[in-house]
């Protein structure tokens, strides 16, 4: 790797992370993270979806510029279920923080859901991952009531 | 880019530094910055540095490793000049946020100092780049009482 | 004065006041401070008030038990002018630090509302005191759309 | 009581206190609550103590005139035990919270012995209260390296 490389954001993330997590309390913590999902919803607006596959194509374009896996869109009824494989907060923030470090995803799609035109009162939230025990970076979110 | 491309780090940050300034203030951003470099220090820590070249080498083994730039460090007689070429921060936090972002780097000199045995009332402490309009992210910081 | 007197508690809270905005924003102050004002109106609930003169009545016998001044309600059509005369959080507080530390009783006075069975939708925002030199710590604030 | 009475603050702060726990954590508080207590003692300054006798009582003159409870100070050799009795910081802050909320009275003393000459190396410390169970708000702190 040379003088010009990329540079890599994880070892300091980490850091900062602990950091926080020693001063802040994962409420307040939260709060901030689904502030920050809601300010990147807005810099990375999405456009009309007459479907639950263009939103998810939609999704979809902004996670694969960014390298930060991608979102299935199930239609379940009364909810939505994303289920965002291979998202990279897992392994920067790890398993401890993964509660409130999640909540930027929560705001993300709940700003984007708000911006497709969803009702205002649906709320996002995490379903946790699929198996906790899962290092890949899987994350479940429900939209609805 | 595919969707196992390395997740990138700087829109999600940029956006998470302006909302830690909407909530705590740079006095507290600066000594959580300096904090997380103090734990950095710890983690990437450095061998034994008979000269100052020799520092700057192990220095830069670290940066060159996460694609930071490199330090250049000159003796200028009471204190130690270090020049940090192409730090990443101006770019990721912004020139408004660039003091307490800093403050991560003034941290991990000081505590790699004090690792090589340098006394512990000797302070590191940031000069401001070398000119404010520039890009590049170069740092200044001097290492003294 | 004896050693059994009312503990004070002003001097101490002054200079708290300053250290939380050394390091908390005004704006995560007054999230704060409306917070502890929707928990007070818990702990001091209001009975049900057929009028406004029931409301303030209600509101003065809570205020008059801890010594906090009274507050003079208004009926301004669409709107209710709540003045709050002799408040204590300009002395303790300072002036500059009025605006969120008032937050606190648009966090009580909306909670009350709300209590009272106002629409949820409607809200108390500060009119500012009547007069911003006035030391006398008066404070107006407005319940409505 | 009439309307002009003092106005109570320990409603206030023991919801104030509350809230703050439930967005920063008691490492942060404890911070904040040290450095309060360091500007406390910059506002009552003490004057020359040439014996522990004269700085008991010049630390009382200032306790006894906000009803802060007494302190009584013992030289234990290497030690100095400041003894605080009736601080109405438990009542106030609750049980709960006393680690950090005492920090208070840590900085003060602290800064009062740096000012009355002490050593700057040598630290207060909090040795807990009494008896853990006694609601009378004894405090014990030790000064000393």
Do not use: C
């Amino acid at each position: 790797m040379t003088d010009t490389a990329t540079p890599q954001w994880p070892p300091f993330l980490s850091l900062f992370a602990q950091e926080l997590t020693q001063n802040l309390t994962p409420k307040l913590l939260t709060q901030l993270m689904r502030s920050v999902g809601t300010q990147f919803s807005r810099q990375h607006t999405l456009h009309f979806a007459g479907t639950v596959a263009d939103m998810q194509k939609g999704m979809n374009d902004v996670w694969r510029e960014l390298g930060w896996g991608r979102v299935e869109i199930r239609d379940a009824q009364s909810w939505l279920v994303l289920t965002h494989h291979r998202a990279p907060l897992r392994t920067v923030f790890g398993p401890d923080n993964l509660t409130w470090a999640g909540a930027f995803l929560e705001g993300v799609y709940e700003a984007w859901m708000h911006q497709l035109g969803a009702d205002s009162h649906l709320r996002v939230t995490a379903a946790g991952s699929v198996d906790p025990a899962d290092p890949s970076g899987t994350m479940v979110f429900l939209f609805g009531k």
